[in-house]
């Protein structure tokens, strides 16, 4: 599986599953970004069994990025049933990424 790219549309479904769902806020023109983003659809096609990925656009979606308070990109964010249970600003390797998310792995 891959990162589902989401928008105003599909987000609030996307989030609300029982099933926690990490969310990338990035944009492409963010370097960090441009980094984040084949470690993410790796871990995505490694552990798609056991939690969600979803990824936003900030310069199309502002109106989620405003909601949410992104100030920095790339942010990381958790969702179970609709709420944010886990956030973090900056990029993360792959290994900071596991240990961030071993409760959800």
């Keep these: 599986m891959s990162v589902?790219?989401?928008n105003m549309e599909?987000?609030?479904?996307?989030v609300s599953e029982d099933k926690a769902t990490l969310i990338d806020f990035f944009a492409e023109w963010c370097g960090p970004c441009k980094m984040q983003t084949p470690i993410l659809h790796k871990?995505?096609?490694e552990h798609s069994d056991k939690m969600n990925f979803g990824a936003v656009n900030v310069d199309e979606a502002e109106e989620i990025a405003v909601k949410y308070e992104?100030?920095?990109?790339?942010?990381?964010m958790v969702f179970k049933n609709g709420e944010v249970?886990?956030?973090a600003?900056?990029?993360k390797n792959e290994s900071q990424l596991k240990?961030?998310?071993k409760e959800y792995l």
């Design 4 to 6: 589902s790219q989401l």
């Design 10 to 14: 599909t987000f609030d479904a996307a």
């Design 85 to 87: 249970v886990k956030r």
């Design 43 to 45: 871990f995505a096609d």
């Design 89 to 91: 600003e900056g990029m």
């Design 70 to 76: 992104v100030q920095s990109i790339p942010t990381l």
């Design 99 to 101: 240990d961030w998310l």
